[in-house]
């Protein structure tokens, strides 16, 4: 989220479908209630990115009308650290992936992300597009006024690795969410048993150190080895979660976090830029480090007690808010900051934010999620229909 991350963002699916037998692995537990606690750490997390983008980036000062450091010195410095939202976006992602292909195809696989991103993505980036070719270009370049080609361009989501300016920052995220599913949808079609998974890990996790001293540019953009570590460690916690914990578990588990503090140290001072002033080391590596032991807690029972439904639509808020609120955030915000003070503005514009990404889950997800899944499973049908080799009598 970051301006990645986010999400991805991803859904909590119940893990319902029994576990591929296999020699290696171990009798799953017997199955667990559902967690809701992870559709609230998902908005935690989107939330802690719209604190980033709308109080702790110092360098548009013309959102504000001045300096959010000095009109809000407590939200700010809030702000200049929520960012590590994106990381705890990328542990679940790595938990709920996992847990959602467990027993499915990779049509299933496939079909569940397509059906989950792309309706709210469509809407949002068309949305953004038109305020920003209406409204005259406010943050110190040309980049905000979208061009017909570069809004086609964007709605593929491919726009990352084409070149192309995302209409909204933000998007960033979904390119390294899809990398992650490309791979593990690899792994899925060879078939997921519990010894397969944990290979899938530490082969990962190999070729990730590989490319850090490598000056193999196709390799690190494909290992993404500045935040494999967090999808890892998610994938880490859901085998705890489905078959218990046991040494190598932690020791996987443990090993990514150390790299991952590591590897942040190249990362955070980007986001010191964005705020104008130095951020410590030490407060970013706490907060990765919680974000570490909130989904290890979840993971381990912890939080099975919560099971507040109002959660679970807490949760379906968090990728079109995260989608909505970079550009047309900063673009209300201008123009509600001109009648209130900074907090009541940033209270009326989250509101408002909020709202807009109930309605996009409202009606836009809910009625064509459906609709694309049924057409979806039906061009899979027909694939596997029609999937003989040719002169095949069988």
């Known amino acids: 989220m970051s301006s990645t991350v986010a999400t991805h963002d991803q859904l909590n699916e119940p893990d319902s479908s029994p576990a591929p037998s296999g020699p290696a692995a171990p009798a799953p537990k017997a199955k667990r209630p559902r967690l809701y606690v992870l559709d609230g750490l998902r908005l935690v997390a989107a939330l802690g990115v719209v604190l980033w983008h709308w109080l702790g980036v110092e360098r548009f000062p013309a959102v504000w009308h001045g300096s959010p450091r000095h009109l809000m010195t407590v939200g700010h410095w809030i702000g ?201 080391w030490s407060v970013v590596v706490a907060l990765t480090t919680a974000a570490f032991a909130l989904v290890t807690l979840a993971a381990l029972g912890a939080f099975n007690r919560i099971q507040w439904k109002w959660l679970t639509v807490a949760g379906s808020l968090t990728y079109p808010l995260y989608l909505l609120h970079q550009q047309l955030g900063w673009e209300m915000i201008t123009r509600v900051r001109r009648y209130l003070p900074p907090y009541p503005t940033l209270g009326v514009v989250l509101v408002t934010m909020l709202i807009a990404a109930y309605l996009v889950h409202r009606l836009v997800e809910r009625p064509l999620a459906p609709l694309m899944k049924r057409k979806m499973e039906q061009a899979f049908d027909q694939v596997r229909r029609n999937g003989a080799p040719a002169g095949d009598k069988g």
């Not at 496939?110 to 209406?134: G, N």
């Not at 218990?244 to 190249?266: S, T």
């Open 80 to 280: 200049a650290y929520s960012w590590t939202g994106v990381e705890l976006f990328f542990l679940i992602s790595g938990f709920v992936i996992c847990m959602s292909c467990w027993g499915r195809s990779v049509g299933d696989f496939f079909t569940s992300r397509v059906v989950r991103l792309f309706p709210a993505y469509w809407v949002c980036v068309l949305l953004t597009s038109a305020v920003l070719m209406i409204v005259p270009v406010r943050w110190g370049d040309d980049v905000s006024r979208p061009t017909i080609s570069r809004i086609l361009s964007n709605l593929s989501m491919m726009d990352e690795p084409m070149g192309v300016n995302h209409i909204d920052p933000v998007y960033w995220t979904l390119w390294a969410e899809t990398r992650f599913y490309v791979l593990f949808g690899v792994l899925l079609a060879v078939g997921l048993t519990y010894r397969r998974v944990l290979a899938f890990c530490g082969i990962w996790a190999f070729l990730a150190l590989v490319a850090m001293n490598s000056n193999f540019p196709l390799l690190s953009n494909i290992i993404q080895p500045g935040y494999c570590w967090y999808f890892i460690g998610g994938i880490t916690l859901f085998l705890m979660y489905r078959f218990g914990q046991n040494l190598l578990l932690w020791g996987m588990l443990i090993f990514c976090w150390l790299i991952a503090q590591n590897e942040i140290r190249g990362i955070y001072p980007g986001y010191a830029w964005g705020t104008g002033h130095s951020l410590k």
